[in-house]
């Protein structure tokens, strides 16, 4: 015989099971930085939202933007009320227009199947990209590799010891035999 804690059991789970809270995703087409279309996936199928924004690394200071592609894998994020006035901007307190409706959402990039994660190279902080651009903090040491390494800014510091191919670089000699003028390949 059911009791009514049954009952009660059964008005939750149904309840429950409407509310999208998060989903695994993919992206099926990059609208631009800020917004995307997907696919997301659950028990009963896969569905598609349109112009879903991003969440991106960010503050007013700082930021990490990861390029977005058709086919990367993440989360949609559902809110539990109206968030379209404070994406467009409005961040006083406002009356809520809907709860819990699927296109309060949010994409957020990383979340793939374990046959499709990147095995990303040890250290404290790595950034790089998948065809082998990497930046490496370990410890007290930053490594930088991949193709072509541009540096670029009104000023570039390098320390009294810093070498370049195991020669000083303050204290090196010319091909030439000079300390500069002429220039020629560091000896």
């Known amino acids: 015989m059911r009791t009514f804690n ?6 939750l789970n149904g309840f429950s099971k409407s509310l999208p809270v998060e989903k695994p995703c993919r992206i099926t087409r990059v609208n631009s930085q800020y917004s995307v279309d997907v696919e997301y996936y659950d028990n009963s199928g896969v569905d598609n939202l349109y112009n ?9 200071s700082a ?19 109206d968030v379209g006035d404070y994406y467009g901007g409005t961040t006083q307190k406002i009356p809520e227009t ?8 949010l994409f957020s990039v990383g979340f793939y199947p374990a046959q499709s994660q990147y ?32 540096i670029s800014g009104s000023s570039v510091n390098l320390g009294n010891d810093t070498t370049i191919d195991g020669k000083k670089f303050l204290e090196h000699t ?8 002429p220039t020629g390949g560091v000896i």
């Open 6 to 11: 049954d009952g009660l059991d059964d008005i």
């Open 98 to 105: 809907r709860c819990h409706d699927i296109n309060d959402n």
């Open 52 to 60: 879903v924004p991003v969440k991106h690394i960010q503050t007013q």
């Open 174 to 181: 010319h091909t030439n035999g000079n300390n500069g003028s």
């Open 119 to 150: 095995v990303f190279p040890q250290g404290d902080i790595v950034i790089g990209t998948t065809s082998g651009a990497v930046i490496n903090v370990t410890g007290e040491n930053i490594t930088i590799t991949g193709g072509t390494i541009d």
């Open 63 to 81: 930021y990490v933007f990861l390029g977005l592609k058709s086919g990367d894998c993440g989360t949609i994020r559902f809110f539990d009320s």
